[in-house]
């Protein structure tokens, strides 16, 4: 892994590098007197290094885009930029205008990478053409998807084109390890990205018990254990949402946590890791 203003990165398949700790946006945008603190912490979070931010038109139909937009101006060449397409409009023509929406939202020319939120019931194949138009257009750089399965994948890296795809962000956490089992190590073999979302499980899982010992191991929080534990392989990407500037700062220090083996097993003693396959959750 190389370092990215002091960050660990790791890279896309079309080889530009990325920070494995990032900053999520869900739920930013929901109420006009939160925005200012949103903003700030977003602003934090790339002062600290967490240059990638994720945002999608579903988050507060368009509010998290316009916070994030506030928070970047100024600051764009700094920040990797990832957005999403909802797939009621990720048709040939559906995707490009969402994608003009979302760039007049951001308030920049154009998106690093431009996911698919989920499969809906656009062939895929019509998606690509539109993220294929896109980029020729300038208009993103990069392109991936989002809580795809296996199949889902196999097929879209057959499909012309398809094997463009940069990333896929699904939902991983220790309380959420079905990805192990298979789409997880087919992603890593094929060089794709994982973006884990909710990696702390929306903080739901921070006052499990075996998370303390561990964190007192290391001085740490339950959150920077899993958090740490989230990006201890090499093309996994955590996207933890903080709008408070405390968790965007503890959140930044959990690069600095390393878990050692004793650690790694009292999580899978914990949190066990799937003995089966299991079929992809979403939140
Ligand atoms: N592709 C998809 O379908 C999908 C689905 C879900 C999420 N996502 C993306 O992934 C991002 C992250 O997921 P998420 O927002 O669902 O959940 P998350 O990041 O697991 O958890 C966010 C919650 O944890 C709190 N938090 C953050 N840092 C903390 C810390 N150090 N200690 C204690 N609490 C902390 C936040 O509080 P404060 O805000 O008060 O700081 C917020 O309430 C989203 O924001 C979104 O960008 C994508």
Redesign the pocket.
Known sequence: MAALSGIRTTELPAGEAVPVLGQ????MGEDARKCKDEVAALRLGIDLGMTLI??AEMYANGGAEQVVGEAIAGRRAEVFLVS?VLPENASSRGTIAACERSLQRLGTDAIDLYLL??RGSVPLAQTIEAFETLMKDGKIRHWGV??LDIDDMVELVALPGGDACQTN?L?YNPTRRGIEWDLLPWSLKHSMTVMA???????RM?RNPALLPIAARHDA?P?QIVLAWVMRTDGIIA??????LA?VK??RAALDVRLTDDDLAALDAAFPPPKAPKSLE??
């Open positions: 999520g946006t869900w739920a994720d945002t999403k939120h989920w989002s809580n962000q939902l979302y909710s990696p702390i499980e929306q903080g921070l929080t959150a996207i933890p949402k903080a709008s408070t968790h503890e959140n979403m939140l």
